[in-house]
């Protein structure tokens, strides 16, 4: 551990919620800047984070079928320019490749902003009956995005991703696609990270570049601003016109494919940090928690609490509990204050009463009371313990999402109450795209989706007043 | 399946051992062509391959205390320039960014083509005191070299790979980690891929970029020819003078630390393919075949062949097998073909007269003989047989391996013996680069490695007969 880690130097929330992330981020060693402006290292710790969201992700695409493949990181440009809302959107933010070596290129080529491009290269080259559909494809690697702000987790120039590419023979198969994906990330936040979400469908303004229709899941924030934290795309069969990739079906006639893809990043961590922290650092649930209990020994110099404590260790990992036994020469307070900081949802202290007495201590991180346990029940109790301090995660975020979602009439009474209250708005839309800019433009609110959930708060518009009965979720986003 | 699959088509790898290998590559749907030359498609079976053959390697690095990161992809060129020999040996291949959007780059930046240059700035940033080492970080990621000649899984102008970083507090733990991780490779090839391997020294003129000692695993392919399959690197300080990463040990005086990197790639495929397989296509050990047992039934349309075959899949499944059940309509010769192409390790064929007697027939790919075995005794036969292949397969490696190593004198017999047997030759070397050049000039055989198991094959060198008593590995290699 380096010396010189100060937990107590974290700024409160409440003072300085930005300062306060970005002090989280740092000092639970999740992230290091890099030399260059947006891309960052992603440490250890964060890391094994990630690789857990991975796992969970990953088992749930190959259970639906999934296959993953890796596509190249370089994008000549005549490929990104073959669908023309796609190099639209993304061309002005790529970075370009103009050398190999000492040789100029003859064509520029562009580091992937999302591989669209390349798998329907790949897909048209590969796809020629019925019998080859569907192609239900996944690639984890990272991407790159030239952005002018940056935040570390939120918004880099180049950070983690899966992006999914699947190509059907009707559109009916790819739309159940696109939706069972968006359930699959809705399962993942609220069961695994503890996040709820709001599902629906993004507007024209706010969709993917070349999607005929976009899906999102939407979280709320611990400052109650909004996190996209997954997307969800049915394309028609667009991207296949332009790419040509096509199919003979079973009664001998050439169709297009339709195709999907969806996406979940590294963002999903900012959004756990901004969910679940406090002022003593990061709170992690313990489904996705490097270390999931650790164990700090007290009065470690007396005879047997080492050892005693290296057994609760071994009976914790046997149990499949991810535990780590802190036996450095720090102080039990330094531990306390360094394992709070990182997260960990379950501390397990012990020292040489304990012992005698055949009990430990449980005390959770956030989400619970402090207990004292028989060691003959230690595995039980842990068990019992985590899953009580995910549902309370769970349950604390759903009530702040809850309490945080307003109604509102008119454009005025909706900034008003984020101005004033914080949140997101539910509001009647007339779906032109001029109502949802003047919102942007006057008050900075954004739509976040068009909820499944609908309700009818009015009968008009928020904007125009024109008769509307769509109900869309308003807010201001990461 | 698609329909113009031809398994025929694989040309015998006794006409052209090159063109063999990239019909098997292609017609095994482990890789496709991407528009950009030296850039591919690894499929989804060429991955699974690659996602077992990481995990084995993640188990071991994790189970030897390292931990997992994610580095920026693009590295600054003044950043790449700290480290003299480190960058003249990557300056001249590596992809330049020289535009971000629309705005050029003050700094051009080049995308990694290895990362020693960004965990140094790391650690210089993040290692202070005694107390925060050894930091031992691995990452999986592509590195890009733009290289001239390109071939599938053997040299990619992006490749897949691993790659270690450590920092010590001394010489002799940088030593250690440097021969660990040696063998962990050596134990990945010989006891996951069953590629026997040598393992030893690279000679001055082949070792890495900035290293001050490379080792090596070199394994023998079926053409006879070598292939450096995982590298070790031990750097002395050399690193941590160029970044400036020091320490302050326990007398409080302030050290420069010592570093080692290792590396793995995809290649490793390239090597599996070209060490197993054989005319009828890929021959995969079971430890890492994507499907490990396929089930054929024959006359499927009979009652109760098909369930029987789905409830055969379960108990494999439950046992832990990688098993799979083609019920296509395709008929059993085509599916049988299929999977040899496949290189599936072991066939499992049942029909209505091995239902009615209770039993099935088991045939290997390659390395066994087809039996018949009771159901009742399935998940233990299917067991044994997997085991006995992957043992099989490495004995008939290691016998070809061992076949093919001969001693040589003298340069000119070197020369012979390489082109009118193939395979390595063992000869003595004076540690005179410019006779290691002569060999290279006149003969194209390289260095592979001064082999940890030396013998005395003379007491001269080959090329200059001066005296020597330095036995090195020499070869073609890949």
């Known amino acids: ?100 070596g000492s040789e100029e290129l003859t064509e520029r080529l562009c580091i992937r902003p999302t591989s669209e491009t390349l798998f329907c290269d790949h897909y048209s080259r590969i796809v020629r009956s019925w019998r080859d559909l569907p ?10 995005r030239w952005e002018k702000a940056t935040r570390p987790f939120l918004r880099h120039r180049e950070f983690l991703w899966q992006e999914g590419h699947t190509v059907h023979a009707t559109e009916e198969e790819a739309r159940a696609e696109t939706l ?40 709320m924030m611990h400052d109650t601003k909004a996190l996209q934290a997954g997307t969800s795309h049915y394309f028609g069969d667009g991207f296949a016109k332009a790419f040509d990739i096509t199919f003979t079906d079973k009664d001998n006639k ?11 990043s ?16 990061l709170v992690l649930p313990p489904k996705v928690a490097p270390i999931q209990v650790v164990i700090i020994p007290i009065a470690m110099h007396k005879e047997g609490v080492l050892e005693r404590a290296a057994l609760l260790l071994e009976r914790l990992k046997q149990a499949g509990v991810r535990a ?9 307070g330094w531990k306390f204050a360094e394992y709070e900081m990182k997260g960990v949802p379950l501390r397990l202290e012990m020292g040489p009463r304990d012992i005698e007495a055949n009990q430990c201590i449980l005390a959770p991180r956030a989400g619970g009371e402090k207990q004292t346990v028989s060691l003959d029940e230690l595995e039980t109790a842990v068990e019992t313990a985590l899953a009580s301090i995910q549902q309370g ?3 604390k975020a759903k009530a702040h999402l809850d309490a945080h979602i307003f109604p509102a009439q008119t454009a005025a009474e909706a900034a008003s ?27 900075a609110i954004t739509s976040r989706n068009i909820p499944f959930e609908q309700e009818r708060i009015e009968e008009t518009c928020l904007v125009c007043g024109k008769p509307s009965d769509t109900m869309v979720i308003w807010g201001i986003a990461y």
């Open 324 to 332: 780590k036994l802190d036996s450095s020469d720090q102080s039990p």
């Open 180 to 219: 069972q994906m968006l359930d699959v990330y809705a399962d993942i936040a609220e069961n695994w990270l503890a996040m709820p979400v709001i599902k629906g469908q993004k507007t024209e303004k706010e969709k993917f570049a070349g999607a005929m229709d976009t899906y999102s899941i939407e979280c």
């Open 417 to 443: 109450i984020i101005e004033n209250k914080g949140g997101f708005v539910k509001a009647m839309w007339c779906g032109d795209v001029a109502c949802e800019e003047k919102l942007k433009t006057d008050h």
């Open 135 to 144: 192609k239900l494809y996944n690639q984890w690697c990272s991407v790159l």
């Open 1 to 100: 551990m380096a010396k010189d880690k100060q937990v107590e130097q974290i700024t409160d929330m409440e003072v300085d919620f930005a300062q306060w992330y970005t002090d989280v981020v740092k000092k639970a060693e999740l992230i290091d800047y890099s030399g260059v402006k947006g891309f960052y290292v992603v440490r250890p710790y964060g890391y094994a984070l990630w690789e857990n969201i991975q796992r969970a992700m990953d088992d749930k695409f190959k259970a639906t079928g999934h296959e993953n493949v890796s596509m190249p990181v370089l994008i000549p440009e005549s490929l990104l320019q073959k669908e023309k809302d796609h190099v639209d959107g993304f061309a002005p933010e790529v970075a370009w490749v103009t050398y190999g």
């Open 393 to 395: 995660l769970y349950d």
């Open 266 to 281: 590294t963002r999903l961590i900012g959004g756990l940090i901004m969910t679940h922290g406090d002022n003593s650092g």
């Open 254 to 264: 050439i169709q297009h494919c339709h195709q999907t893809s969806w996406g979940a």
